[in-house]
């Protein structure tokens, strides 16, 4: 059974730091991209970011450019977003997802999914 667990959300002041991660078991996805995704309460889910299977190629969305930092580690089969300089619109329960062969940012192309960990930012 596939499954990607995230962990490292929590409550954080804004312009602090948060880093995710999220554990792959079941299968590899050394070959495929990743991705991360956040739903607000009342909103649809949003692309974040998006890193190719070599880690080489990476994607953000705007309102995310320059503050986060999408990596992974093959070897480990884990994925990582490093959230930095946060603000309270960050606010949002965040999801991996893998399973595309290139980098994209539609969510219907992610066939795998976790079940999501809550960021909080405060003001």
């Known amino acids: 059974q596939v499954q990607l667990v995230e962990s490292g959300g929590g409550l954080v002041q804004a312009g602090g730091s948060l880093r995710l991660s999220c554990a792959a078991s079941?299968?590899?996805?050394?070959?495929?991209?990743m991705g991360w995704f956040r739903q607000a309460p009342g909103k649809e889910r949003e692309f974040v970011a998006a890193?190719?299977?070599?880690?080489?190629?990476?994607y953000y969305a705007d309102s995310v450019k320059g503050r986060f930092t999408i990596s992974r580690d093959n070897a480990k089969n884990t994925v990582f977003l490093q959230m930095s300089s946060l603000k309270p619109e960050d606010t949002a329960v965040y999801y991996c997802?893998?399973?595309?062969?290139?980098?994209?940012?539609?969510?219907?192309?992610?066939?795998?999914w976790g079940q999501g960990t809550q960021v909080t930012v405060s003001s």
């Open positions: 890193i190719s299977w070599s880690g080489i190629a990476t």
């Open positions: 079941g299968r590899t996805f050394s070959s495929n991209a």
């Open positions: 997802a893998g399973g595309p062969n290139t980098l994209t940012t539609a969510p219907a192309l992610y066939n795998h």
